[in-house]
């Protein structure tokens, strides 16, 4: 499913215009971008919770010539999924 499947999933069922729908969800996700952003986790209930995370720098290799390479430190986000949401996934 991409972005605008999820609209029109949305807007069936709600019965709110495709626009209205497609409103919602972009500052929904602008919401949770702009929070884990500046450090923040947001937890959703049932569904899951997105958080930051830190990765070491670390020696890797250059696939194709096998030279070693410097990787350097990166914030990453995390995403967990939450009871209910993985019940329903295990459940089908």
């Known amino acids: ?49 997105f958080s930051t995370g830190q990765r070491a720098a670390r020696t890797g290799r250059n696939p194709s010539t096998g030279a070693e390479m410097q990787i350097a430190a990166a914030r990453t986000v995390k995403f967990t999924a939450g009871k209910a949401f993985k019940d329903a996934v295990n459940a089908s």
Request: hydrophobic letters at 45%; glycine letters at 10%; proline letters at 0%.
């Open 1 to 49: 499913m991409n972005k605008q499947e999820l609209i029109d999933a949305v807007a069936t069922t709600t019965g709110d215009s495709k626009a209205a729908s497609g409103d919602v969800i972009n500052a929904v996700l602008d919401a949770i971008t702009r929070a884990v952003t500046v450090g923040d986790a947001v937890q959703l209930v049932g569904f899951g919770s």
